[in-house]
């Protein structure tokens, strides 16, 4: 009676990762690679997920004809990777967004500010290589501004990276972020990055890099403004 109460409870057992995709569902919000889900996760089931993780990347090495067992090599890889996925190259879909402590702009500030480079990484959403790169932001901020302090900038570049993206959409999520916290008058945003998805397949190009913008607000309207941002960045330092 005992062993048909735990097939039973067995059977009935819902992974977790199908518990929060019902919620977001539910709430009929979308859970696309770049998206930050942690509103949907309740507490304890992130590492329910990695255990999940875990016995999944376990039958992807199985099906690589990997011997996980007596390869000493590979024999925690399934752990490490859910581990690297969860807690750091994907962090920023399953934490919410960094605390930032946000300042009046009491002097009245409103000339030029430079944030960069900050270094940052992600990966391709495509093929889950590496995206390695240096982000610039510039902010005009008027007298009702919102200051945040250096680091803060890079806290929140880490948090929208630190997901599977794409480059162009990635500095769209960051410079709405940007504009959210700092209201400026104006925003610019500018990415060089290396995308491994070149360099370890398909033409294994190693040089090729892509750099792109998202300009708001004044830095679009104001041509000169953007020309002394782009000039001053001066992306070969």
Same mark, same amino acid.
């Given at each position: 009676m005992a062993d048909s109460a735990n097939s039973t409870q067995a059977t009935r057992? =819902?992974?977790v990762s199908t518990q929060i995709r019902d919620r977001i569902r539910k709430a009929q919000q979308r859970f696309h !690679? &770049?998206?930050n889900i942690s509103a949907f996760i309740e507490p304890g089931e992130l590492d329910a997920l990695l255990d999940e993780v875990e016995?999944? $990347? /376990?039958a992807v090495l199985e099906s690589l004809v990997i011997d996980t067992e007596s390869d000493h090599n590979t024999q925690d890889t399934a752990r490490r990777v859910a581990? $690297?996925? *969860? &807690?750091e190259v994907f962090r920023g879909r399953y934490v919410p967004v960094p605390s930032v402590t946000e300042f009046p702009n009491a002097e009245h500030l409103n000339e030029l500010m430079i944030i960069?480079?900050? =270094? +940052? %990484?992600? !990966?391709?959403?495509?093929?889950?290589?590496?995206i390695l790169g240096r982000l610039w932001i510039g902010i005009m901020p008027n007298e009702h501004s919102n200051l945040i302090g250096l680091s803060k900038y890079s806290r929140l570049a880490e948090w929208i990276m630190s997901r599977p993206q794409i480059q162009e959409e990635a500095i769209t999520q960051m410079a709405n972020l940007l504009m959210d /916290? +700092?209201?400026?008058?104006? *925003? !610019?945003v500018v990415m060089e990055a290396d995308h491994f998805c070149m360099?370890? %397949?398909? +033409?294994k190009d190693s040089n090729t890099k892509m750099i792109n913008s998202v300009m708001r607000g004044t830095f679009l309207t104001d041509a000169s403004q953007r020309r002394e941002f782009l000039s001053l960045i001066n992306l070969h330092k």
């Open positions: 057992y =819902t992974p !690679a &770049n998206d016995e999944k $990347m /376990k581990k $690297m996925y *969860l &807690n960069g480079p900050i =270094t +940052v %990484r992600s !990966a391709c959403s495509h093929h889950f290589c590496p /916290k +700092v209201s400026p008058d104006g *925003l !610019a360099h370890w %397949r398909g +033409v």
